[in-house]
């Protein structure tokens, strides 16, 4: 078996193909929405939330069959419908044309894979096992999303603030890169819980 090369794609203003907008669909079109993709939906009916996506703006519904023409252009197609000759035709147009293509649930129809993730900010931990058990990613994520709580954050926000910081200063390169790994160290980390977490019980107004 092949290892998987792990990426994390810059997909602003970059077009993303999702063919089918039933509930699967939908979930596969929620992960791009974010990333600022130009997301076109290819389908002759939509789920309310895609429908309400399409109205607000947030994507483009062609509201018909998939047509060979629309990978025009794009970076990578995602196949969600219950056609598995559609599937198989669109990985082999978009191999053609040298487009990224994801059949879901089919693993020999994807050049690349919906990883699990844990979110905290720009913090973000992709956990995937090629295909092999999506049930297993998604009880690591479970596990990780307990160690990484949700002050990991603000904790990385303050560390993008302090690092631009440094890198506008005087220190020299030596200097700058301890400083920038004692800040990222488990004992910044359990300082900034403690006060992370007296300030929301300040929130709530617990004592």
Known sequence: MKILFPLFLKLTGRR????????????????????????????????????????????????????????????????????NALHKRIFRVARRRGILC????VPELCDFYYPAVVRRGALQIAISTG?????????LRKELEEQFGPEYAAWVKQLGASRRKLNAGSDNGEERKSRLHTMASQRSLRRFQKQFRAARRSSKGVK
Request: include cysteine.
């Open 131 to 139: 295909g092999e058990s999506p049930a297993l990613a998604q009880r």
């Open 16 to 83: 993303c193909i999702v063919v089918g907008a039933g509930f699967i669909g939908e979930g596969k079109i929620r992960g791009l929405l974010a990333t600022g993709a130009d997301i076109r939906v290819v389908a002759p009916q939509a789920t309310p939330t895609v429908r309400r996506w399409a109205q607000a703006g947030r994507i483009r519904w062609l509201r018909r069959e998939f047509r060979d023409s629309d990978l025009n252009g794009c970076l990578c197609v995602v196949a969600a419908t219950s056609s």
């Open 102 to 105: 994801n059949v879901v649930d």
